[in-house]
Every structure is written in C-alpha cells, then in structure tokens.
C-alpha cells in the first residue's frame, strides 16, 4: 500500500482571500506547545519565535522540537495572517482586545478561542484545526463587510 | 392646522426632492429631511394613536425623546416596524405607516375606547382580567400594542466593533465638542459620538455666537479641527449604555452599508477617561387636553423652524415656566406665526424682552387651562396658573399649536447607568449628578449649566480633567461665547390644579395625572412601585419626556419631597436597539462555532448525513440511495456486528498531561486510580465535580511513567482542559505537572469489528495480537509510513482499534482504510449508529444517559470509592446521606415486553402511591437493535439493579400510554466480553 499524504488545512481550504484593504492568507507553519518560562503574553524570539500562552505553556512556531515536554501542533493548529491597510478594522470586528506591537494573546477571535498577535506589519490568528472552516468563513463574511 | 414649509432656511437640500408614501398617500420631502419633518411640511397631524385609550397622537418632539411618532416604515426590502419618526432620515421611495389603529390612524375604529376612559384607570387590566388573562389577552394585544414584525424581512448582517480610547466624549454639542477639543490637542486619543446626523446640538438651531462666529459655523469649524487632530468622529450614534470599568456601548446608524450588510452598527469602546455631555430634554408642561395633536415641544418647535424650515403652525400659543420658551416664541413669531406666549411665572423675566419685541403677546401667571380639536388643536383656553376649575377660562385664542415647556431634564442617564447618584435641585428644578464616577467627567446641561457660555466653560473643564487624568496637559483656551442675561429661575409647576379634566403624562403609554393620584391612593407609594403599576415611563421611549413629571406629582400626592421620592433605575439601552445588530455577525452559519473533522470532505463523499453534535460536525450515518437515516443506521450497526465498521472519532479529545507529578496529579483528580496504571495501558475513568456528580467519562493512556494522555468527550474536551488548569492553578500549584491540548493534531479512527485485526495488519508492522494488544493497551508505530499511535479499545463491544496519526494524515488514512477493509466491506458508521452498538453493550453516553445529578454509583461504578486510597475530587460529596441513599436513581436495562416498540427517551417509569401517579425514573436512550432483532432501552430507575435482579416489570409512561418493561442489565450484548477481548 502507498504511504499516507499530508494535507496542510492551507492546501485543504485555499490560501488566500481579499477585501477592500485587508488580505487574508492561511500559512502552514511548524509549531509546538512547549514549557514556558517567559513572561506573561510575551513573543520571544524571531524565527522561531515562542508566544507565552499559559504559566506551563508556549507555542513555539518554526524551527524544531526541543528535548522535554513537546507536543507538535503542525496539524492542530492552522494560522491566518492578515495585512493591509484595514486589518485592524477586521481586528476590531471579531475580538475585543487592541494589539499591542509586542505583545500576544489568548483571546476570543469571532467566537473562537485563539491565539493573536502583531507579526511585522501583518496579524497573525492560530486557531485550532477544527475551527478553521468556521473561522474561515468568518473572515470572508467580515471582509464583505469593508466598502 | 397650518404648518408648512418655509422658501428658504434649514438644512435641507431643496434641490433634491424625494418622494415617499405616508398611509398610502404620495408625499414629497427634501433630502435632510426626517420622516416627521416632512410629514409636518405637508401638514400631516396624526401619526399614530396612543396605546391605551387610541387618542389621535401628533409629533410632539424632535429627536430620540418622541413619545407619539411610532412609524411602521418601509424602504426597499428593509422593514422597520416601529421607527421614530422624528429620528429617521427621509429616503426616496419610503412608505410610512401609522400604527395601533383600524382602519387607519385617521379613523380608528378602536378610538370609542376613549368614552370609557373614565372605567380604565391604571391597574384596570389587573383588576379585572386576572386570573384569567389568557381569555382577553389576545384581543386586548391586538387592540394595543405597535408595530407588527415581518418574519424574514431583514436579512441583513450587522457589523459590530470594539476598539478602545483614552477619551471618549458622548455628545457633540457645544460642551462635547469643547472637551473633545481640549482632550484632543493636550494629545489624546478621542472618539466624539454624537446621536445626531451632524455635530454642534442645539447650536445648530440656537443664536447665539462662540468666538465672534454664529455658533453652527464655529461648530463646524471645530468637527474640521478634531478631524485634523485624528479624533473618531461618529456622527449618527447614540451612547446608549454605560458599563463596568468604562465600557460604553454605541449603535451607529449609517447611511450605506457593503450589500447585504445592515446599516446599523454597535461598536463597544473601552474607554480610558469618559466625557458625558449628552445635553438636556425638554420636558412638557402639564395642563388639561395636552395630549392633542399640536401640542408639542417648545424646543422641537425652534427645531423644525431652524433644521427643517418647517413653520409648525399658524397660530400658536407657548406655555412654559421658564426662559427658554421666549427664545422660541420670538423665533415662531418672527418666522410668521402669530404667537401668544404664557407663562406660569407672575413676573417677567429679563427674555420677555426679546419676545415682546418680536411681537409676542405675553401673559404672566397664565397657564393653558384646555384645549379643543377632534384630531388636533383648534384653540386653546388661557386662565390663571392657579385656576382650578377649567371654566376660570381668561380669553380662548385659536391655536394650531401648543409649544410647551415644563423645565429641562439633563440627560442623566449614561451617569446613571455607571451607578452615578442623583440629587433633585430644587433651583433648577431638575435631577443633577451628586457626583462624576471615577474616571467620568461632566459636561453641559449635565452640570447644571444653563447658558451656551457655562457649557463651553464645564466642557473645556471636563476635557481639561480627562487629559489631566490621562498625565497630559491641556494647551487649549476655553471656547468663549458671551454671557447671557441672568436667567429668572425656573418655577416648578407639576399640573394646572383641576381635577376634572386629564391631563396627560405619558403620551405613548396613556398615564395621567389621574392615574398617579390613583397608584398613590392605592400605596403605590415607590417609584418603581408607580412606574409597574401605570406603565409611567414604560413605553419605548422609556419616559424622557413623563418621568420627572411623574415621579414630581408622586411627591406631591404623598406629601413628600421629590428628593425622597428619587427616580427609577435608568438601564441601557438609552434608545430602542435594534436586536440583530446586538447580535452582529452572530447569525445564520456563524450563530456559534462548529468544528469539522480532518476527513470532513471524504464523510460527505461518501454520502454522510452530517449533524451538529456538541460543536462538532459528524457523520450522524451514511445512508445509501433509496435508504432513511433509520435504516441505514441498522445496516451500519449489523455490518460492525458481523464484518468490519470504520468510524471517526477525530473529534475525542487529546490532553497530553506531563510532569513529574503528573500521576498524584490525576490521581487528585479523577474518580478512578490511575497511579497504578501501567505504561502502554489504557484505563476508562470517570471525572466528577466537587458534588460527586459525573462530569464527564473518557479514556486515559499512560505512555510513559510521567505522560498521559487524556481522551474526554468531544464536547467536553474544553472543559475538562478548563478544570485542569483550574485545580493545578488554585489548589495543586505544587504539582510539576503541565497540559497540552493536542485534540486537533490527531485524527483518530476507530476499526472496528470481527475483521478488524484484517483490515488494519496491512497498514502497519505494529503487532496487533490479543496477546501484544490486548483490550486497553495501546502501542506507538508507524502506519503507511507515518509515526502514530494504535489504541485497544472499544465503544462497540467489538474488537477495536483506534487508529490515530497527525492529523494532515487524517482524509489519506480514511481513505486507505476504506481500501484495506473493501475485502471485507468495510462499512462507515456514524455517531448514531455507534449509540446503538454501544447501548446494546450497556455503555453510559455522558448527557444522555446522565444529568446533572448522577454519581458514580448510581452508574454502577463503585469500586473507587471503597479501593482508592486517595482522596479525589468528589469523593466528600459521594458519602453524604443522599448519595447513600437506598433508593437513588440507578443505571439499568429495560427490556420493552413487546420488542416491536420501542420507548420514548424521557419516558417515565411510573407506580401510583395514595392514588397519585409518581415517577421512578425515565427512560434515557432506547433504540431497536440488530443484534438482538429487538427493542431495548437504558434508563436510571430507583433501586434498579434491585428490580433487575428480581426481573421486575416497570410501567413506561409517555403522553396518557402505558408500556411495560422489564428491567434487566444493561449490557444485552456479549456480557462476557468474550467479543470484545478476542
């Protein structure tokens, strides 16, 4: 029998989509749920870079797993990124929180728990897999709301 | 009646007329126009009838305060059905409808209700109608009541946004624009909100000048200003709720949307420092017949002549008991009308000047004492203030209009909101702020400011404060206007003193003082007593003109102060919301989040019936062409049975627990020992709240000596995550031990059947003997050349494996699993199918077969609690008297005596004790099953393991029939498990 195929959520749900002002695009990015020692809703590092999400827990994205308690969330975790001008209006319309240039959070994002920060001048969304449809279509209904 | 439409003047576009419909009736208007100015333009009178007593209503304000003016309105495929006339921008092709009336508001039949006013007093409909309001209530809810809803009519989307602020300033008049300039140039981040089309408030009517400039031109040029500063500016929205920790809620009503996209738009700011400068109501003065059409605001009269260039009437008579009104009846006067102006004050203010000059006839200690007119004001009778029969009548003078003014009532209402006190100025005859909240600042009428010039001073002070607070400093001067001529006070007058006669409060709601006289004989002695028992304020707009009025002769008949009386409680929202924009995007498919499985697109390939199960979207069974929902899930059930059956299970959840600590951790927390459980080993565990009651069941994996992982229900996985973190945070912080919720990087499929071993030893070299993979074991391998994990374990009975790999994997190892099993005819199974496999073999669905009062032994599970030898969460609350109880409520089979019919879920088992039925539990899953080619059911009955060990037969009741059962256990299939471990 032939090996298993991997099909990234951005491979299964298209990558990208555009309103007036703001693009959207999923992104299949390496990351991990690792220990955390940083400070609370901190974003340590560049590529890769760790986000704080609870007092045990970060989420590594890019580079490779480290010794210790790992958990790969490659496929668990799928991650919009939004840019252009207007993005913060999308920002504004599905989450409660402003964004900080250097700072994440775990937060609500259009019903959904996710994890949401500045990342240069674009905003990055990870959401679990399972919530990608959902959070997806949000998105498209948000960017048809834009004139 | 006379109004009409002035040849210049106003802020309406006269080169851009627009056409709408009013009752049917072709109409014109021009763009700036609302819906009430235009039907005034064209000499429209009755709008609507009232609630009560359906007495001709015309419009009596000019903004969000109007009591009459409900409009049912159309516009394209939008319907708003009870629009506020006096607020709604006239749109080309609108057709506008008066309410509460048949045939039309014209001629409403219902009006013969009037002659029996004297037999419906307040709290008539509870004197009479109860107990039995069922009989009356529809007729008397389509008697009263406003506008209808059209199901379906709007299908539009709302946006909804949150951002956050260091000032936000609610209210765009001259004091909100004078703190949102200060705050804004000291360097703040400022939204100004005002609810009007454009800023500057009531100096876009007044006359007066701020800094040499006509005051709407300095307006305009102070929005350019905060413009240039990058200020918010949100003209067309209304602050209408106040919130803990500053958090303020506007709706804004834009002109246009995207397409599909409704205009109106609730954004929610957090905001550091507050500014409130919402300005003042008018409120109406009170005499005998001052419901009719043509009795209307004073300062809404200024403000149809200056915004609208509509000339409300020809002959009018303005009734006040301060300055105000002077102003307004030179405006009226010099504008065309004839004016008589009365003022219940025996000595003339400094204004009566202006008036007078103006060519205003002024009567001093004169009050309007009645008024004439079938649908609407013809005259009016003029008598002494303190005339006390309506015959003291001094000189009737024809009248179109009635402008009255009663006082100003500052619109305390987002103070309030935020807990704010009040106290009643008896001075200014009106209830002030005792004090700003924290991190709020006052401005305008709010403060008691009463000239342009005191509310400029009060905003640049508020705004000052707000920029202070924020660590600026404000740079700005002061706005300067000059300072107006000492005003006379204000003389309280509550009601002309007849008695014979209504005069009305609540225009929309139909309470006069009649009623309040007759709430306060009764004891109605609280506002808030007052308000529920005549419905005083209780309209939709929620009493801006009536309460003080109110609450004020409350006061006076129980002898007491208007301070002890005190106002109702003011709740957003200030202005009626519309309820789909409260809900935003919140609708339709995005109502609330749903989760897809990995191999969602393969499950609707291949035929899925896909429904909603605790958030997630399943395959409930895959029916064939020409097959039900019913029998596919018996030929599902069969084929799982007898062959080989694939099921996702992607959805279970997957918390990985780690850390040194992690075993006392779980052992602390789970019902079930899970120390001694060995590496490789699964164990089934029960998880309870602190009341012992079974929160949730699931599977636990020990992979190595410090890491589980965890398998809660699909829709519990969040919540047993939640609880994790909540008992290692609070309780256990000692405790190495941390969790990774991995739920969405694994798909999981479970093989199941006596061909599974068949199917899945192709895909992987990891051995799956009884003997290496016995039942509960699970072992790490790889599967067509991906690294994953296989599990023993079964939800069917049968001999199972889950099958689980990362989850990009997930719709290739569906597919190939479905090609490794079509020797065997691999059959899917959906979630409800795998509810009736796992009821014939006696396994709890969590929430289905449990509710929110089972424990554990009322399960059958018993063990723990005698073996364990640790304390764990619950276990106090599973050795109170109750959980011992002889004749709890216990987990059992129920075999129906016909195995054709099968019961009702909640059906209940029933006995009759002193000759009343009672029940002992209910049914609580039942299904027909294949294996047994039968009826069978689950249910929690008392001493159920008691009557099944006898045999016994229960009585199942469901709507008025009576089945009989016999409780059995409730395993019907393989209750050795020889199946199972095979």
């Known amino acids: 029998m032939v090996d298993l195929q991997r099909r990234s959520i951005a491979a299964q749900l298209g990558s990208g989509w555009a309103g007036h002002g703001v693009a959207v695009r999923l992104l299949d990015l390496v990351q991990f749920y690792l220990p955390c020692a940083q400070p609370p809703n901190s974003i340590v590092g560049d590529d890769p870079y760790t986000l704080w999400l609870a007092p045990d827990r970060a989420l590594q994205v890019g580079g490779t797993a480290s010794a210790g308690f790992v958990s790969d969330m490659t496929d668990g975790l799928a991650v919009f990124e939004l840019s252009g001008p207007r993005a913060d209006e999308i920002v504004a319309m599905g989450c409660t929180l402003g964004l900080s240039p250097s700072a994440c959070a775990q937060t609500v994002f259009g019903g959904v728990r996710v994890v949401i920060y500045r990342h240069g001048a674009a905003i990055r969304v990870h959401v679990e897999r399972q919530l990608a449809d959902f959070l997806l279509l949000w998105f498209q209904t948000a960017l048809s709301a834009l004139q | ?982």
């Not at chain 2, 003209?235 to 958090?247: I, K, L, Q, R």
């Not at chain 2, 600042?441 to 009463?450: C, D, M």
């Not at chain 2, 020797?823 to 289905?848: N, Q």
């Not at chain 2, 005698?866 to 709890?888: H, I």
Request: overall charge neutral; charged content about 20%; hydrophobic content about 45%.
């Open chain 2, 1 to 982: 009646m006379t109004a009409r439409r002035l040849s210049s003047g106003g802020r309406i576009d006269r080169s851009k007329p627009l056409y709408f419909s009013w009752q049917g009736r072709v109409l014109s208007g021009f763009v700036g126009d609302t819906i009430a100015s235009a039907l005034m333009a064209n000499n429209v009178r009755v709008l609507g009838r009232s609630f009560k007593y359906h007495r001709a209503r015309g419009i009596y304000g000019a903004w969000v305060e109007e009591p009459n003016a409900i409009v049912d309105v159309v516009l394209g495929g939008a319907h708003e059905p009870n629009g506020r006339a006096t607020t709604l921008s006239l749109y080309d092709g609108m057709a506008v409808t008066g309410l509460n009336a048949q045939p039309s508001v014209d001629f409403d039949a219902y009006s013969a209700i009037d002659l029996f006013h004297p037999l419906l007093p307040s709290g008539f409909y509870y004197k009479t109608f109860f107990p039995n309001w069922h009989r009356f209530e529809p007729r008397i809810r389509e008697m009263a009541g406003l506008g209808t809803v059209r199901p379906l009519a709007n299908t539009e989307a709302f946006e909804t946004r949150t951002i956050a602020c260091d000032v936000l300033v609610a209210g765009g008049g001259p004091a909100g624009l004078a703190a949102a300039l200060t705050a804004a140039e000291a360097g703040a981040s400022v939204i100004l909100a005002d609810d009007r089309f454009g800023f500057g408030g009531s100096l876009l009517w007044g006359d007066e000048a701020i800094d040499g400039q006509p005051g709407a031109v300095w307006a305009a040029a102070a929005v350019a200003r905060l413009a240039g500063l990058g200020v918010q500016l949100l003209p067309s929205t209304t602050v209408f709720g106040a919130y803990d920790h500053n958090t303020f809620a506007l709706s804004e009503r834009r002109a246009t949307a995207a397409a599909g996209w409704g205009g109106e738009r609730i954004w929610t700011v957090r905001a550091r420092e507050a500014v409130l400068a919402a300005g003042a109501f008018e409120r109406p003065l009170v005499f005998p017949h001052n419901d009719r059409p043509g009795v209307m605001s004073a300062s809404a009269a200024l403000q149809y002549l200056r915004q609208y260039a509509v000339l409300p009437g020809q002959n009018i008579v303005v009734v006040t008991n301060n300055d105000s009104a002077y102003g307004v009846a030179a405006a009226l006067q010099l504008a065309g009308a004839l004016v008589t102006l009365t003022d219940v004050r025996p000595t003339a203010p400094a204004v009566a000047r202006i008036a007078e000059a103006a060519g205003v006839a002024v009567h001093l200690g004169s009050v309007v004492l009645n008024t004439a007119g079938r649908n609407g004001v013809v005259c009016a009778d003029i008598g002494a203030a303190d005339a006390t029969s309506l015959r003291a009548v001094q000189r009737r003078v024809p009248a179109d209009v009635v402008a009255v003014s009663g006082g100003w009532s500052p619109a305390v209402h987002l103070h309030s909101q935020a807990g704010g006190k009040l106290r009643w100025d008896a001075e200014q005859v009106a209830f002030l702020p005792l004090a700003a909240r924290p991190h709020q600042h006052l401005a305008g009428s709010i403060t008691g400011a009463e000239s342009l010039a005191a509310c400029l001073a009060s905003g640049h002070a508020a705004g000052s404060a707000a920029a202070t607070a924020l660590g600026l400093t404000a740079t700005v001067a002061p706005p300067h206007a000059d300072a107006a001529q000492p005003a006379a006070p204000a003389q309280a007058y509550w009601r002309v003193p007849v008695t014979s006669a209504r005069q009305w409060l609540d225009l929309q709601n139909d309470v006069t003082v009649k009623d309040v006289a007759l709430a306060a004989r009764e004891n109605y002695a609280s506002v808030e007593h007052l308000k529920r028992y005549t419905t005083l304020g209780m309209a939709t707009d929620q009493g801006k003109t009536s309460n003080v009025n109110g609450l004020a002769l409350l006061a006076e008949f129980t002898g007491r102060d208007i301070a002890q009386v005190g106002t109702t409680t003011f709740r957003p929202p200030f202005v009626p919301v519309t309820l789909g924009a409260i809900a935003g995007m919140k609708h339709g498919a995005l109502y609330a989040p749903w989760r897809r499985l990995p191999a969602h697109s393969e499950h609707v390939a291949a035929g899925a019936d896909i429904r909603e199960y605790g958030g997630w979207w399943r395959p409930a069974c895959y029916p064939r062409a020409g097959e039900t929902a019913a029998q596919a899930i018996q030929r599902e059930a069969a084929a799982a049975r007898q062959s080989v059956g694939l099921f996702d299970g992607s959805s279970l959840g997957k918390i990985v627990v780690e850390g040194q600590d992690a075993a006392a951790f779980l052992n602390l927390l789970f019902y079930n020992e899970l120390a001694n459980l060995k590496p490789g080993k699964l164990r089934y565990v029960l998880l309870l709240r602190e009341t012992g009651v079974v929160y949730d069941d699931g599977v636990v994996a020990r992979i190595a000596p410090d890491r589980y992982l965890l398998s809660p229900s699909s829709s519990h996985t969040a919540g047993v995550l939640a609880l994790l973190e909540a008992w290692h945070q609070t309780e256990y912080p000692h405790l190495k031990v941390a969790f990774h919720d991995t739920t969405g990087a694994w798909a999981t499929f479970a093989v199941s059947g006596p061909n599974a071993r068949e199917v899945l030893a192709p895909l992987t070299k990891i051995d799956l003997s009884a003997e290496a993979l016995p039942h509960m074991a699970f072992a790490s391998g790889r599967i067509l050349g991906v690294a994953g994990r296989i599990a023993r374990v079964s939800f069917t009975g049968e001999r199972s494996y889950e099958v689980s790999v990362p989850s990009g994997y997930g719709a290739s190892l569906w597919t190939a699993l479905r090609e490794a099993g079509a020797a065997f005819g691999i059959t899917p199974y959906g979630i409800e199918t795998l509810s009736v496999l796992r009821a014939e073999k006696g396994y709890i669905l969590i929430g289905t077969d449990t509710d929110g009062m089972t424990l554990p032994d009322d399960l059958g599970m018993s063990g723990p609690l005698r073996a364990k030898k640790v304390d764990f969460v619950g276990k106090r609350s599973l050795l109170t008297p109750d959980a011992l109880r002889p004749d709890r409520r216990q987990f059992v089979g129920l075999l129906p005596l016909d195995p054709t019919q099968v019961p009702h879920v909640g059906a209940h088992a029933i006995e009759f004790r002193d000759g009343k039925r009672r029940s002992r539990g209910w049914i609580t899953s039942a299904c027909h099953s294949p294996a047994l080619d039968r009826s069978i059911a689950l249910g929690m009955i008392e001493r159920g393991r008691e009557l099944a060990q006898q045999g016994a037969e229960v009585e199942l009741f469901h709507l008025g029939k009576i089945m009989k059962a016999k409780v059995t256990s409730p395993v019907f299939v393989d209750p050795a498990g020889e199946k199972l471990h095979g």
